[in-house]
């Protein structure tokens, strides 16, 4: 089968296409013919070398795919060969055909292009997980996400939104901001021109926001509980300006702020297949009616991946960056 590989660590330009057998599938597995691939920062970072696969893992990188079942593992009885899913990955998605977990492959929301179907897995089963599960964002809440045009961002607005939530964000433009807002944010605020823990302090009548979900860290912790409301709950899932701060936590102490942080990639198989469940019961039927859409930035030929990565590590995409595999 056709991949890209990744031949060194460094820039985009050691992304490269190459072949090798196609995978095959162990118990409790299914074979994807790859229709599309989404693109996502941790490949950016697994090729620089600072973010390896877990254990077991395809080298190749790719941490969701849409595509075609054609072969199943034992104990496997859903999905069938010929079903069309998207599945989260732990890698292998930038080639012709991938492996997936049976647990974790959901059915493609009708509607939905096979572009569209990639660009869901990651950055939902990572939303879900962080903002309804570990935040426990509840409706009538407020709601502040970093990189509000983000792929995790788009999708943080919309199901934050439909679920009857107040939903702010970050952007580092007029332009990015005007896109969270047509997604669904009440106010976007950009970081270049605005503070965002003033501006969410005057949008919540000094009260502060009840979740935030942050991608930044490194100064935006502090900035985070300053911003939080009491009893807030703040979540870290990636440190775009690192990971180290110098904190103080008295705010955290006064307000009673939950801080925590998660990654997804190398979680359980049960883990992962808990937050497929609940997004086939509360997301599916708001992707189906179109409430809720992954949005798309551009798609890319497989061969492209290396444009692809620059086109992320630029910063100008609104949504997601896709790699189609045929």
Known sequence: MKHIAIRKFGGPEVLEPAERDAPVPGAGQVLIKVHAAGVNRPDVFQRQGIYPPPPGASDIPGLEVAGEVTAVGAAVTLPKRGDQVCAIITGGGYAEYAVADAAVCLPVPKGLTPAEA??????????WSNVFDRAALKP??????????????TTAIQLARAFGAR?????????KCSA???????RAFNYHTQDFVAECEAATDGQGVNVILDMVAGDYIQRNLHAAAEDG????IAGL???NAEVNFLPLMRKR???SGSTLR?????FKAAIARSLKQYAWPLLETGTVRPVIYTTLKLDQAAEAHRLMEAGEHIGKIVLIAQ
């Open 257 to 259: 702020i939950t801080l």
């Open 241 to 243: 300006r690192g990971f």
């Open 167 to 175: 939903v702010f964000a970050t952007a580092g433009s007029d332009e």
């Open 233 to 236: 709950r703040i979540v870290i």
């Open 266 to 270: 190398n979680r359980s198989v049960q």
């Open 118 to 127: 990639a660009a869901i897995p990651e950055t939902f089963f990572t939303v």
């Open 180 to 186: 969270c807002v047509k997604l669904g944010a009440e």
């Open 140 to 153: 009538g809440e407020t709601f502040l996400v970093h990189g509000g045009t983000s792929g995790i961002g």
